[in-house]
């Protein structure tokens, strides 16, 4: 019987320059890949400073070579490392006195590795604010949100508590703060994060937007121009979902501190830290009371912890009498409930011991060796790099949203401008007869496919007058100059004429796509009814517009529901959409109980899923 869990997690064998099992070792993530810094060599018990890459995609290691004068930062374990405008941020760590000796020693220098030209920069001199900089540390907790660099907690070279929390201004370097932080955190109960992204709700944007706008109909009249006629402002009581954007002195990240207790008796405590945007300073607020859950995470060990979207995600090791799992939770932090993220038969055996979030992709990929064990691995601080499982999070709802192309006044103005056909020049004739006015030069800046018809229809037209005796003398005809593209065979579509398009789509489809390349969202109430949802992401996939295609399944995860369900199941198909597929099934069937059916759709998936790994 095939479980839902089991479409969800995959387990694969990576390939390259796979890095040897290290202990105190740290990863982080830049994109599609993931860098691994540091580390002891576990065979032959000695410190390291070497860098790896991963490529998500490929699944491929590869190490970095520098030559040996190159500003290479100390070889070091149970640092922190973080990214920053396309740097790695490498601090502290125990390492070693000097290069030749074996006594160790804990550190409290900066390092930055350029992403860009994959370099390591050299050091900066100490700062002249040395009293705000940290004492050295290891185990510590470390955090980014905009430009300040937060570290936390650790322990010095006699493993004593060291309880404060220094804040680095990244862009000049320079220690800013020092605050006390009575609690004892590191890395073997505690994770510190924040978000790559900011998730805002654009509410009170739309609010002034509209107001600053002006009524519909009236938007774009010049003065002594006449009234228009009147009209019903499609316009009125936009939906705005709430979107991703870059963090930005005015909306900084928080970030949330999650550290568990007494693994037998376990207490967990989760505060949150917001920094003052016009000040080093921050505040930080308990919120542990409020966390609930059906299931709430047992005590994990070294944990390792991520935001995406509007989730927190906890991962870490799980170790009991009886039992011993890796272990993958996720904090809703708008309900503020936990939810168990099941990974079925794929993590069930081996030793699986690091996990790292692939925001891009909505996925947490764990690192372990499928043929190892989980116990002998955790006594000796091993950490292995043999394979990899990636866990779908989108099939649980857990996704970053889709950022935001045009502000919420441009998006606004757009529908307005399609409203009240400024500057229209050509038309979309729908499959009723039916005729929608718009700008011609809009659809080609917006819809590539259009574009590319534009230039073809053009380039064919010109064949077609060359033929003509007298060449295109007299013939007005606008030039192809401005249609990037070599002249080529290829025959336009029948559909496009020099002033209109035929659109195989009803009415409402059309006017709902429009208003998406008047506006690069999904503003209308009609936009977001089920049907014109299910047809939107349909014209996404045929036309490649993956940021419609983005916009269109956060909101069927939003509106998802069991009346809803069976009609996304069916487009999602279509589209290749699995995490929307599998959603389907988790909603639906077995909220209806049909288990046959339900079975029967599992295997479908999981039989695709197969084809595509």
């Not at 995860?557 to 069916?570: F, I, K, M, Q, W």
Request: with cysteine; charged share 20%.
């Amino acid at each position: 019987m095939q479980s839902i869990s089991d479409l969800t997690t995959y387990s694969r064998k990576t390939k390259g320059h796979v890095p040897p099992p290290l202990v105190g070792a740290s990863t982080t993530v830049i994109g599609d890949k993931m860098y691994l810094f540091g580390g002891r060599l576990v065979a032959e018990r000695r410190m390291t400073s070497d860098l790896y890459v991963f490529d998500f995609h490929t699944l491929i290691w590869s190490k970095l070579l520098f030559p040996q004068d190159h500003n290479l930062p100390a070889a070091r374990y149970f640092h922190s490392a973080d990214t920053w405008n396309d740097h790695l941020v490498i601090f502290g760590g125990m390492g070693y006195v000097g290069p030749a000796s074996d006594e160790l020693c804990v550190l409290s220098d900066v390092r930055f590795f350029s992403i860009d030209t994959q370099e390591w920069i050299p050091p900066t001199p100490e700062s002249e604010s040395s009293h705000l900089a940290p004492r050295a540390r290891y185990a510590h907790l470390s955090s980014v949100t905009s430009d300040r660099l937060f570290i936390i907690g650790g322990q010095d070279m006699t493993n004593v508590w060291l309880n404060d929390i220094h804040v680095l201004d990244l862009a000049s370097k320079t220690w800013v703060l020092r605050r006390d932080y009575p609690r004892h955190c590191g890395t073997y109960r505690s994770v510190a994060v924040a978000g790559r992204w900011c998730v805002r709700s654009p509410a009170d944007e739309e609010e002034k937007t509209s107001s600053a706008l002006g009524p519909a109909g009236k938007r774009f009249l010049t003065e002594g121009a006449p009234p228009p006629s009147p009209t019903r402002s499609i316009s009125e009581q936009l939906v705005h979902m709430p979107y991703s954007a870059e963090p930005s002195l005015n909306y900084m990240n928080d970030i949330h501190i999650y550290s568990n207790y007494n693994f037998t008796d376990v207490k967990r405590e989760l505060e949150v830290i917001t920094p003052n945007p016009s000040s080093p300073g921050f505040t930080i607020d308990l919120r542990s009371h409020f966390m609930s859950g059906v299931a709430l995470p047992p005590g994990l060990r070294f944990p390792t912890g991520a935001i995406i979207g509007s989730h927190l995600i906890i991962a870490g090791t799980y170790l009991a009498h009886s039992y011993q799992s890796f272990s993958i939770w996720a904090l809703d932090l708008e309900k503020m409930s936990w939810l168990r993220i099941d990974t079925g038969a794929a993590l069930a055996t081996g030793s699986w011991n690091r996990g790292v979030l692939w925001g891009e992709r909505a996925r947490y990929m764990v690192f372990g060796n499928r043929a190892g064990n989980l116990v002998e691995d955790y006594n000796r601080r091993l950490l292995c790099w043999d394979h990899v499982a990636c866990v779908d999070l989108e099939a649980s709802g857990i996704y970053q949203p889709p950022r935001a192309v045009l502000s919420i006044s441009a998006q606004t103005l757009g529908l307005a401008a399609l409203e009240e056909a400024v500057l229209t020049d050509f038309e979309i004739i729908c499959d009723d007869g039916r005729r929608l006015k718009c700008s011609r030069r809009m659809l080609e800046e917006r819809w590539p496919w259009f574009k590319e018809q534009r230039r073809i229809y053009l380039q064919s037209a010109e064949r077609a007058l060359a033929t003509i005796p007298g060449g295109q003398e007299g013939i007005p005809l606008p030039s192809t100059k401005l249609y990037e593209g070599s002249v080529d065979n290829a025959r336009p579509d029948p559909r496009l004429t020099p002033r209109a398009l035929q659109l195989s789509e009803p009415y409402p489809i059309a006017l709902a796509f429009l208003q998406y390349l008047y506006s690069l969202s999904l503003l209308t109430p009609l936009q977001h009814a089920p049907p014109v949802l299910s047809a939107l992401l349909l014209l996404s996939t045929t036309y490649d517009l993956s940021h419609l295609q983005s916009l269109v399944k956060h909101a069927m995860h939003r509106a998802l529901s069991p009346a809803t369900s069976v009609g996304v199941y069916e487009v999602a198909t279509l589209c290749g959409c699995q995490s929307l597929q599998i959603r389907y099934v988790t909603i639906y069937m077995c909220t209806c109980e049909r288990v046959p059916e339900l079975m029967f759709l599992l295997g479908l998936i999981a039989a695709h899923s197969r084809l595509l790994w």
